[in-house]
């Protein structure tokens, strides 16, 4: 995987927004044949035919990596099939509570913070199984009885773009769509075969 | 891990060579484990980082969840070993010499990847948290109540505890639930427990009586004693709720 790859013949770009789980993502990839860039150019992320935006850490360091290269920008106006990892889901909302921050805007509620207690640790670790709410090409072969996993502090509500969802403590939008942007809190390159079925079926969107 | 290989020994000491990394983490991959932890435990009484090559060589074979412990002392360390294909970072006698590591990890690469280790050892004085325990010529006492530390790492941003106790370690006799109790009643983020699991029942009993998120051995999975999908059978029909 080479950054010089050239990116049309690519099938996924993976965008750098500073999160360090860039690597399990590309690993992942590769255990399905797929070939992947990771890029924080416009142009390259513009030119690929699938985009996947990950991401580990804090939303405002994330935002500022994107705002800084313009990729806040040109991500709304994808309109190949885009995916969104875990705070990179969480990037597609209008704004996120942690560091009160101004996100994408593509989906618009808000995401908030998960409050700890003695019978909900946080962050939020663990395999979980998915409560499916609505039909989507991203989740076909996965059914009830399938585990993800999740490692998050911070939750976006079930609303209408929820497809799917999982509980820790109170239900929390485990798997999103709004027409080419889709999102997994869930990390599909983590998630054993569950989630390698959920890359393939990426790749085959 | 010592020197790239696999060990594992008893209450801290007598390490014998237990396999090749890859081969184990594919096999534990196999079996259904949830997560792996790696820890290198000659990286802190050594005074260097873990080596880097083997962790994205585990990154590329694991579609699992897996844990890089070992002489992590800054968050260029930690980088390096996220960047790699780590999803965790666990820390911890460098955060007892340092306890700002924590917050430093946590600010730069969120709660979620901040593991703190402490290995608790059963005194006359109560719990106390030892240091550099790799090496059983320099383990010794941090002069730090183990209570009192699980309660600062949490306000410094770890987001896990993992608590070896020390006197169980390695023996089988069962996880020490009377600890796990004490620091559970704390500790309001994930718990694992570690140290001293022999049986099917050592596993259920740390779930149901000391309520920890998850549970972490190694003898028994690496001796063979216990195989990873009978325990999970088991605890599944024992009303706990584990992936398959």
């Known amino acids: 995987m080479s950054l010089e790859r050239d990116p049309q013949r690519v099938d996924v770009a993976i965008i750098d927004s500073g999160g360090a789980n860039l690597a399990s993502l590309q690993y992942a990839l590769d255990r399905l044949g797929a070939r992947s860039i990771v890029s924080d150019q416009p142009a390259v992320i513009a030119a690929a035919p699938r985009v996947l935006l990950p991401g580990v850490g804090a939303a405002g360091d994330a935002m500022r990596r994107l705002r800084g290269t313009g990729l806040d920008r040109l991500i709304p106006q994808l309109r190949v099939p885009l995916l969104g990892v875990c705070l990179g889901m969480q990037l597609l909302y209008r704004h996120s509570a942690e560091g009160d921050t101004a996100c994408l805007g593509i989906l618009g509620a808000r995401v908030g913070r998960l409050d700890a207690s003695p019978a909900r640790p946080v962050p939020h670790m663990g395999w979980n199984t998915l409560e499916l709410l609505g039909e989507d090409p991203l989740l076909r072969g996965i059914g009830a009885g399938d585990y993800f996993y999740f490692v998050h502090g911070y939750a976006a509500p079930v609303d209408a773009c929820t497809l799917a969802a999982t509980r820790h403590g109170e239900p929390l939008a485990a798997v999103v769509r709004r027409d080419n942007f889709r999102g997994v809190q869930f990390h599909p390159e983590r998630s054993a075969a569950a989630g390698a079925r959920i890359l393939r079926n990426f790749l085959d969107l | ?244």
């Open chain 2, 1 to 244: 891990m010592r020197d790239g290989q696999v060990v594992k020994g008893v209450r801290f000491r007598e390490h014998r060579v237990v396999g090749d990394i890859l081969e184990l983490a594919a096999r534990y991959r196999d079996q259904g484990a949830d997560e792996l932890v790696f820890y290198d435990i000659t990286a802190s009484p050594e005074g260097r980082s873990v080596d880097r090559d083997w962790v994205s060589r585990v990154a590329r074979v694991l579609d699992i969840p897996f844990c890089v412990a070992g002489g992590i002392r800054s968050v260029a360390d930690a980088e390096r070993v996220l960047q790699a294909g780590a999803e965790k970072i666990s820390v911890n006698s460098p955060a007892l010499a340092d306890p700002e590591l924590i917050d430093r990890l946590s600010e730069r690469f969120g709660a979620q990847c901040v593991v703190v280790g402490i290995d608790s050892q059963t005194t006359d004085d109560g719990y106390r948290v030892y240091q550099l325990t790799g090496d059983p010529s320099r383990a010794c006492d941090s002069r730090r109540d183990t209570l009192a530390w699980v309660q600062e790492v949490q306000q410094r941003g770890a987001g896990e505890i993992v608590l070896n106790c020390m006197a169980s370690d390695g023996t089988r006799h069962g996880y020490d639930i009377a600890q796990l109790q004490r620091v559970r009643a704390l500790c309001r983020v994930p718990l694992v427990a570690s140290g001293g699991a022999g049986t099917i029942e050592h596993f259920e009993r740390a779930f149901r009586e000391a309520q920890v998120d998850a549970t972490l051995a190694a003898s028994v999975f690496h001796s063979g004693a216990i195989a990873i999908p009978a325990l999970k059978r088991e605890l599944r029909a024992h009303g706990i709720e584990v992936r398959p």
